[in-house]
Each structure stands twice: as structure tokens, then as C-alpha cells.
């Protein structure tokens, strides 16, 4: 597996570093841990931010790309939404900010999700598929979770990154924070490309991505959050990709019509329903469903570009438990 030529927990650091020199402004917290490594709290004691929402989406795409807030337009209704795009979006995406950490220990729990990742290689095979390995000195980890990690987890997250504590940076956003649903829907494009990936797209073909998806408005309760925002990116989230190695249509518009959520067998109804369904079990949601609402894709061989799946504002409005 090839070294990166671009390291994106290098790269995050310095994102990680604004949090902890402009905290006040951006509504978090840091501190040291007894063992020296970094904490930031973005939303459990802390107040969090939108903006701090904004910048840990960034460290999640390891600083490979760019985000910003503003408000969209989805049918009849205008609302806050983040845009994200990156130049290397197989990195970018996969390689850093897919939730791909499942982090279980001395009866803590929580999802990893940004640069960390490749260093750690979480999970190996997703990393051998986009032929990428970072080197670094530094890990930057973006924990979704509600409780601070105790010392002897942070030792065990420093031993599977191959760093030293004191240059292990770990920020704590929880689902039901406005810097936890603002990071969230900050991942409507690699929330796409996964699911292209899956589809059997090589994600190195993908040269450039773009997306936006409304920021769901958080709920004190994690479950009613998470529903939130997940609808978010399978209802209102739009993605667009440019593709490369595709000589004719066919074969890109076959794979890319599958991807929108509304391809799933459980698409229609908010996602906290299906997933009360399902028993509050993952793996028994139909994995078709996590997936943006549209999906537009460039043949950059062509020039063509297909568009697929729509927003479904009502849902959405459902599931906010937005009155009429």
C-alpha cells in the first residue's frame, strides 16, 4: 500500500489547532488529558457552534476540503445547509472521514471517524481499495460520542496510530450537539461515494465532488437526533461527482441510477421509523437507504451528466417535526 504523498492528519492539525487557539469563538473546550494528549469538547459540556461544526467537518476530510455554511432551497423550504467540495475525494471521503472506526473498550463506545483512520488503517480493506496510507507523527480523531474517553482508551487510540498521547488530538461531537448535526450532514458526498463504491465504482475514478444537505436541528434525545440526521443527506442531500475512465455512458449511468437513497426498499418514511422497525439494529436497515437523495454525476470522458433520485422535502419536514 502506497505512503501518502499528502497527509491528511498533518494537514488536520492545523484545523484541530484553530479550535484550540480560537475556542471561545468557535464555542468548545480544550484541555489535557493526565497522559498529554489533546480532548475538545464540541458539544457535550461545551456549547459547540455551527462554525465549529464547519471546521470539524473539515478535519474529517483531513483537510483536503473546503466547507462552508449557507442557506439552500429545498422545494418550498429554505434552510441552513452546509456545502462541502474536495479535489480528492477517494482521500478525502473514504480514507478520512467515513465512520469507519467502531471503538469498543474498557466499556466505552464510540464511532472514530477522520484522519486517525489512516493511520490506524480502519477498516484495512477500504484503504487498500483507494491506495492510501498516511505517515504522520500527529493523529487528529473525530469521536461521535457523549462521554469524554477515559485515559486507558486514549492509550489504546495513541498504540493503534502508532503516536505518542501528546500528539494524539481527539474532538468529541455528539449527534444531538449543532456542531455534531452540522459535521453529520457535512458528509453528504462521502456518504455517495460510499455507496458508489459499493456499487462496484472504483473511487479513485472520482476526480472532483461536491454536495450539500440541510442541517437537521438537534433533538435532546440521540435516537429522535440521529433519525434527524440521517433523513438530512437521504432526503434533501445533493451530491455530484466528475468520473473519469468511462469511454461511453452506459456502464456510469447503469451504476450511478442505483445509488440515490430512493433506490431502497425503505425509502418513504423517516428513518427513526424504519429504524424502531428494524429493532434499533443497523445491520437490519436495508443499506440502500444511506445514501443522498440525489446524485449527480459527470462523465468527464463524455461530458455527459446524469441526475438521479430527488428531494423529498416532506419527509424531511416529517421528520424535524416541522408544523405546518
Known amino acids: 500500500m502506497p505512503k501518502a504523498k499528502l497527509s491528511v492528519n498533518a494537514k488536520a492539525l492545523r484545523l484541530a489547532e484553530k479550535l484550540c487557539d480560537e475556542a471561545e469563538e468557535y464555542g468548545v473546550t480544550a484541555k489535557k488529558t493526565m497522559i498529554g494528549a489533546t480532548v475538545i469538547d464540541a458539544g457535550i459540556k461545551a456549547e459547540g457552534s455551527f462554525q465549529a461544526g464547519k471546521v470539524v467537518t473539515e478535519i474529517c476530510l483531513g483537510g483536503l476540503g473546503e466547507a462552508k455554511i449557507f442557506p439552500a432551497q429545498y422545494d418550498d423550504l429554505r434552510w441552513l445547509s452546509i456545502f462541502v467540495q474536495t479535489s480528492h475525494p477517494a482521500v478525502a471521503t473514504l480514507g478520512s472521514q467515513f465512520a469507519g472506526w467502531q471503538i469498543k473498550a474498557e466499556g466505552y463506545s464510540a464511532i472514530g471517524s477522520g484522519p486517525a483512520r489512516a493511520l490506524a488503517l480502519k477498516p484495512r480493506e477500504l484503504y487498500r481499495k483507494i491506495e492510501y496510507k498516511d505517515k504522520a507523527n500527529c493523529a487528529v480523531l473525530v469521536l461521535e460520542t457523549s462521554k469524554e474517553p477515559p485515559d486507558g482508551v486514549v492509550k489504546l487510540l495513541s498504540k493503534e496510530c502508532k503516536v505518542k498521547p501528546n500528539r494524539l488530538f481527539l474532538i468529541l461531537v455528539p449527534t444531538t450537539s449543532v456542531a455534531g448535526s452540522t459535521q453529520i450532514s457535512g458528509r453528504i458526498v462521502e456518504t455517495g461515494l460510499h455507496r458508489l463504491t459499493k456499487l462496484g465504482l472504483d473511487p479513485k475514478l472520482v476526480t472532483y465532488a461536491w454536495g450539500y444537505a440541510p442541517i437537521a436541528p438537534p433533538h435532546p434525545k ?103
Do not use: C, W
Not at 240 to 265: C, M, N
Not at 272 to 280: P, S
Not at 290 to 297: D, G, I, Q, R, T
Open 222 to 324: 440521540f435516537a429522535e437526533s440521529m433519525g434527524r440526521t440521517n433523513d438530512a443527506i437521504m432526503y434533501a442531500g445533493v451530491a455530484h461527482y466528475s468520473v473519469i475512465g468511462f469511454k461511453s455512458d452506459e456502464k456510469l449511468r447503469a451504476l450511478a441510477e442505483k445509488a440515490p437513497s430512493s433506490a431502497s426498499k425503505s425509502y418513504g418514511r423517516p428513518f427513526l421509523e424504519v429504524f424502531k422497525e428494524a429493532k434499533y439494529d443497523f445491520y437490519k436497515v436495508d443499506p440502500d437507504l444511506f445514501a443522498p437523495a440525489v446524485l449527480l454525476v459527470n462523465n468527464a470522458e463524455t461530458g455527459s451528466v446524469f441526475s438521479f433520485g430527488r428531494v423529498n422535502v416532506e419527509v424531511f419536514k416529517r421528520s424535524i417535526g416541522m408544523q405546518a
